[in-house]
């Protein structure tokens, strides 16, 4: 089945605590295992960001769940389409918040939704996915 991407922004309604987040992260790496998405979840202040990967149908049903949790809201699609290949394969899903990655050159924070500062939303894609990457190297070069 073919592959897609998906990346949405959100209001978070939850503390900007590693708890919280890591609450979300063990229950979402082990569904995303068993669905075969992968992705990549950043929290920027108020804001979710995530991205996420395969087949639609699979993203149909984890982004049907992830709508209907009450941690956030105000969801909005940035951005979606057909993917040859997977861009973050070994991420079941990736997390950073803001104090390794900020978004802020990118993104215009309003009073209930990010603003993309950038034209095409596939720029924001990249951005998230560059980073994955060098994190990932960086804490391989750490250990
Ligand atoms: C910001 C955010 C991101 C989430 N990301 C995922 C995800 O990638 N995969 C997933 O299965 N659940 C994710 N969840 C959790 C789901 O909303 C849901 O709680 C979880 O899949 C458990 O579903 P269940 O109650 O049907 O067992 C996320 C929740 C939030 C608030």
């Given at each position: 089945m073919g592959l897609e991407y998906l990346i949405y922004q959100s209001c978070?309604?939850?503390p900007d605590s590693k708890a919280a987040h890591d609450r979300?992260?063990?229950?979402?790496?082990?569904?995303?295992?068993?669905?075969?998405?992968t992705g990549f979840l950043h929290?920027?202040?108020?804001?979710?960001?995530?991205?996420?990967?395969?087949?639609?149908?699979?993203?149909?049903?984890?982004m049907a769940k992830i709508a209907a949790d009450p941690r956030?809201?105000?969801?909005?699609?940035l951005d979606c389409?057909?993917?040859?290949?997977?861009r973050l394969p070994d991420w079941q899903m990736g997390f950073?918040?803001?104090?390794?990655?900020?978004?802020?050159?990118?993104?215009?924070a309003g009073p209930n939704r990010l603003e993309l500062k950038a034209e095409d939303p596939f720029d924001l894609?990249?951005?998230?996915?560059?980073n994955a990457h060098n994190l990932r190297e960086d804490a391989t070069r750490a250990a």
């Open positions: 978070a309604l939850i979300i992260l063990q229950v979402s790496r082990v569904y995303n295992t068993a669905n075969n998405v929290r920027e202040g108020d804001f979710f960001i995530q991205y996420l990967e395969g087949s639609h149908a699979n993203l149909a049903l984890t956030h809201n105000r969801i909005v699609e389409g057909p993917l040859p290949d997977r950073v918040d803001n104090t390794q990655m900020s978004l802020h050159d990118l993104l215009e894609v990249v951005f998230m996915t560059a």
